[in-house]
T-cell receptor
């Protein structure tokens, strides 16, 4: 089983749509969780950390369910500029250890 | 914010050449650096974890004699792809962290072996 699994998509949505991405991870010892965004042929950039209580940053909401080892990202009011690949990322075990990336979910927002 | 510089950003070499990629933390001391590789339409795959002054820890399936990692200072780690072949063509990305800093990624190096 892969350490981090995501639906690769692609998700093709119109502007203004709400879209949700899901992710599962296999290592119950993981302690830190993130969503990264990667544009084509670029390095990944941190979008937001994910906390157990759930957290929101503008149009983006992330949630974590430790019992189910499940992470989600919700994007509201999609913009054209949101088109990218969204990577679910967990650290291997203790905080500060290597980040393990999911394969990514591709989002394409059209006008 | 913290910056990680990676050099070169693009390399095209003949098969059999050894290629060195540098990863520098510009405004913090990176006690740990990570090297990742990403093939087209694939995820970033961790290759190795490097702690300053220690030997790198390689992931399963990554040949340590093929991918030489040196982390001799708190601001510089290098990855050398020895005798590179076309199947080594990939996007190589480093990341660095130090103290309570989160990981910061370099811009990546696109390696093409002809």
């Amino acid at each position: 089983r892969k350490e981090v699994e995501q639906d690769p998509g692609p998700f093709n949505v119109p502007e203004g749509a709400t879209v949700a991405f899901n992710c599962t991870y296999s290592n119950s010892a993981s302690q830190s969780f993130f969503w990264y965004r990667q544009d084509c042929r670029k390095e990944p950039k941190l979008l937001m950390s994910v906390y157990s209580s759930g957290n929101e940053d503008g149009r983006f909401t992330a949630q974590l369910n430790r019992a189910s080892q499940y992470i989600s990202l919700l994007i509201r009011d999609s913009k054209l500029s949101d088109s990218a690949t969204y990577l679910c990322v967990v650290n291997r075990n203790q905080a500060g250890t290597a980040l393990i990336f999911g394969k990514g979910t591709t989002l394409s927002v059209s006008s | 914010g913290a910056v990680v510089s990676q050099h070169p950003s693009w390399v095209i070499c003949k098969s059999g050449t050894s290629v060195k990629i540098e990863c520098r933390s510009l405004d913090f001391q990176a006690t740990t650096m990570f090297w990742y590789r990403q093939f087209p339409k694939q995820s970033l795959m961790l290759m190795a974890t490097s702690n300053e002054g220690s030997k790198a820890t390689y992931e399963q399936g990554v040949e340590k004699d093929k991918f030489l990692i040196n982390h001799a200072s708190l601001t510089l780690s290098t990855l050398t792809v020895t005798s590179a072949h076309p199947e080594d063509s990939s996007f190589y990305i480093c990341s660095a962290r130090g103290g309570h800093q989160p990981q910061h990624f370099g811009d990546g190096t696109r390696l093409s072996i002809l």
